[in-house]
Nanobody, 122 residues
Framework: QLQLVESGGGLVQPGGSLRLSCAASGFIIDNYAVGWFRQAPGKEREGVSCISSWDGSDWYADSAKGRFTISRDNAKNTVYLQMNNLKPEDTAIYYC???????????????WGQGTQVTVSS
């Protein structure tokens, strides 16, 4: 059974950092597109950063460029999102997702984790 389990969310002050982890089981992440998405209250779910299954290239939303870094550890079958210089507008539930065929970082992936809350507030 394919499963994704996120961890690492929490409350952080503006300017702080968090590292989200997404442990995958039941499939090999190297063979899938994997990504991080977020959904703030009253807003649609949006792509934050994804890694392509085709060539391993990564993509970032404009809001994440220069502050967030996506990576994966194939040995641990885990995907990470390092988030630096966090802002209040980054407050959202962050979801990890995987898809065998997706070509874009849009929230139509087949497999989702349960989400982890990130709150940026002083």
């Amino acid at each position: 059974q394919l499963q994704l389990v996120e961890s690492g969310g929490g409350l952080v002050q503006p300017g702080g950092s968090l590292r989200l982890s997404c442990a995958a089981s039941g499939f090999i992440i190297d063979n899938y597109a994997v990504g991080w998405f977020r959904q703030a209250p009253g807003k649609e779910r949006e792509g934050v950063s994804c890694i392509s299954s085709w060539d391993g290239s990564d993509w970032y939303a404009d809001s994440a460029k220069g502050r967030f870094t996506i990576s994966r550890d194939n040995a641990k079958n885990t995907v990470y999102l390092q988030m630096n210089n966090l802002k209040p507008e980054d407050t959202a539930i962050y979801y990890c997702a995987a898809d065998a065929h997706s070509m874009a970082c849009i929230p139509n992936y087949d497999h989702w984790g349960q989400g982890t809350q990130v709150t940026v507030s002083s």
